[in-house]
């Protein structure tokens, strides 16, 4: 079997669909969906035999809220390795060699200092504990996706890296901002990922399938990794019962399947509302050729929130220590150079966050330490530059950021 990374790069792949509303459309409401591998391994399986039958290449474990800091807030603390083992081999069971499998990879609902009280290490540790475990289960790939904020995003990315897994980092936007809930555009979510090693790009849940082609072609102008775009069965409406109902029909989202293609997907599949039939009636839209890259062929920088050239962002630097001082800044600054010399690590990676929180041009990191650039590197939402001595060279690598000194 294919690795992912060069199965999707061969040709169009099909994903699977909803989990969590299918079960409840089922009639397995809880609070934890990702619990039922282990109390529930029956219904499980049927759900991915069902995708499976429907055509679908790739399946998703059962595990999008199964780190231990998501279920640390559903009372289910100390279960993130036994429900990750658990589903990851169903799915493998299932799959055989049929298909792919891809650890499914939730945002946390934590939020990251200084928007919440989490650090870059707390969720570099869980997004790596349940990659490594799933690794170990048969899984082929991470799936990192419903991003809603692009530095737990990144750090998801990291980690699957680290533990041994390719990962494919999958991003939601709002309808009417065309931003994460966090405030990063399109733009900033695929360079960074592309620059912290992902294998590919993603849209999924919301909004609409319509609503994507935009994004989608943000994303590919900027990246030339490929695009995996998984919309809901349209945006939910509640009928006169009171019951939730998505509605696109499967023909519905075909026509809506074709043109992501059209505007250079690379893979498709479904999120919330789509059923074994949605997935059925896009199979026959998949394995031609992958579209060629539409990428610019220009390195970007990015802070959470902005995207420019590498050439445009080093036009005019300022130089700074205190992130306070990003307040002051004049309007025609191009970037943000953070001086970190002479900090520890725990210092430089607050010194980081603190000033990709003050300003929305992308950072300069200068360090001459190797622990105290990791740290920031790690800690840094965005693609930042790094200015530092050429020993320090295989860090700015590993990080994917862009060397300027």
Known sequence: MKRFSEAIQSEILLFDGSMGALLSRMGHVTPC??????????????????????????LLSDTFGATEMTL??????????????????????????????????????????????????????????????????????????????????????????AAGLEAAVSFTFGRKTGRTLTGSPAECCAAALEAAGAAALGLNCSPSPEDMLGLLRAMRRVSALPVVVQPNAGMPETAPDGSTFYPYSPEKMRE??????????????????????????????????VPAPAWDGQARLCSRRDCTTAREALEAVADLSDPEDAYDLEGDETAVR?????????????????????????????????????????????????????DLRPIIDEFGAFPVA
């Open 338 to 390: 953070l001086d970190l010399r002479g900090l520890a690590p725990d210092e430089a990676a607050v010194r980081t966050l603190d000033a990709s929180a003050a300003t929305r041009l992308p950072l300069i990191l200068r360090a001459d330490d190797a622990d105290a650039l990791r740290a920031a590197l790690l800690a840094c939402p965005g693609r930042p530059a790094a200015d530092a001595p050429a």
């Open 256 to 289: 809506c399947a074709r043109a992501l293609l059209e505007a250079g997907a690379s893979a498709i599949g479904g999120c919330c509302g789509t059923t074994f039939d949605h997935i059925r009636a896009l199979k026959p839209l998949t394995g031609g050729p």
């Open 33 to 58: 969906p990702d619990e039922l591998a282990v109390t529930r391994p029956d219904v499980i399986r049927s759900v991915h035999q069902g995708y499976l039958d429907a055509g679908a290449d790739v």
């Open 72 to 161: 640390a807030h559903k009372k289910r603390a100390g279960m993130g390795e036994k429900i990750t083992a658990t589903a990851v081999r169903l799915a493998r069971e299932v799959a055989g060699s049929r298909a792919l499998v891809a650890v499914d990879m939730g945002p946390t609902s934590a939020f990251l200092y200084p928007t919440g009280e989490a650090m870059p290490a707390d969720f570099y540790k869980t997004f790596f504990d349940q990659v490594r475990c799933a690794k170990e289960n048969g899984a082929d790939f991470a799936m990192i996706e419903t991003q809603t904020d692009l530095g737990e995003a990144r750090l998801a990315c990291l980690a699957a890296r």
